[in-house]
């Protein structure tokens, strides 16, 4: 289960997407749920990038964070573990990249160039798993540890949230935006 209490305001577009990671048998069934909106993003807040890169580490032979979100560009794949990791991603059945990481400390940067939820394995390993929501907008948020989510400055209109969690894939609901209004939602994801 998500519960969000967005807080939408500004000026007019009309998707959003959210995403979210679980196990079922633990915890992680809270950490993410993530919105985006797919259009009109000119017309809505600056995409702003981060400062440094995002990572994919294969840590302990696991991937850390087990779900993340991030836009569009650099991504860097990192091994901290001194084992073989064959690191490969997808977006549903196509390839994003496929890579050896043979030594420990190893990193390697990648441009991850569409939006989707991105599914990332190992071959060394085959319980390795995890996600990384690629965003092209600036109107996507992961979920904090409680469930809630933010996303600031939407542009007023009617929008779609998607919300994406692991274990009970989307669900997607109808949100109207009003200016200078916050709006809250609540979502219940289950199976
Ligand atoms: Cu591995």
Known sequence: MCSHGPCLQAHGVEKIFSIGPISPEEEKLLEACL??????IEKGKAFAKPAKPPEIENLKCD???HV???PTGDVVIVNSDPVLHNTKSFFDRTPVFNLALPNQGQRITRS???SGIMRIECDAHGWMLGWAYVADNPYYAITQKD???????IPPGGYTLVAWQEFTGPIEVSVTVKAKEATSINLELKK
């Open 35 to 40: 919105p985006e909106l797919k259009k009109n």
């Open 63 to 65: 991937f850390h964070p």
């Open 68 to 70: 993340q979100a991030m």
């Open 112 to 114: 991850v160039k569409r």
């Open 147 to 153: 469930g809630t989510f933010t996303i600031a400055d």
